[in-house]
């Protein structure tokens, strides 16, 4: 059986709770292991807090949209915002060989997101950045 959610919040960081609270709550009902609800929680919470901190520019209003669906093993994710078109699948992965300290700043999050989701994908549509993340459940 398909479910599907939708949520819409300020982007601020102190709504980002209300969209991981309704994510964990419902991925965990669906039966998927704990460990998948957390690496999806976690690249919830990246997602969101790049979005927050860098889509509107400091201290602009925007909304952000999370749509998502639960069917047959699989957690598919869509964040849209109208903020700053940015691609993050463009970010070259960060050589994680080099010292923390000499690495480039960025890239360090959306390279988390990659490894913990099965698929991550980005478009832009009109003024709209929508990036989709799907996780497809373990044996675990």
Same mark, same amino acid.
């Given at each position: ?37 957390? /690496?999806? *929680?976690?690249?919830? @919470?990246?997602?969101? %807090?790049?979005? !927050? ?5 400091? $201290? ?26 940015? /691609?993050? *699948?463009?970010?070259? @992965?960060?050589?994680? %060989?080099?010292? !923390? ?5 960025? $890239? ?33």
């Amino acid at each position: 059986m398909t479910r599907t959610y939708n949520i819409s919040i300020s982007n601020r960081i102190e709504e980002t709770p209300r969209v991981t609270a309704l994510i964990e709550n419902e991925v965990f009902r669906a039966g998927f292991p704990q460990k998948d609800v957390y /690496d999806i *929680l976690i690249a919830v @919470d990246e997602i969101l %807090s790049n979005i !927050v901190y860098y889509a509107y520019g400091e $201290g602009g209003d925007g909304r952000i949209d999370v749509a998502f669906l639960i069917d047959d093993g699989k957690v598919e994710l869509e964040f849209s915002d109208e903020g700053v078109e940015f /691609d993050p *699948l463009k970010k070259k @992965d960060p050589d994680t %060989s080099v010292p !923390v300290d000499k690495r480039e700043i960025g $890239g360090l999050g959306i390279f988390l997101v990659k490894k913990l989701m099965n698929s991550v994908e980005y478009s832009r549509v009109g003024q709209k950045n929508n990036l989709k993340i799907t996780k497809i459940k373990t044996g675990e």
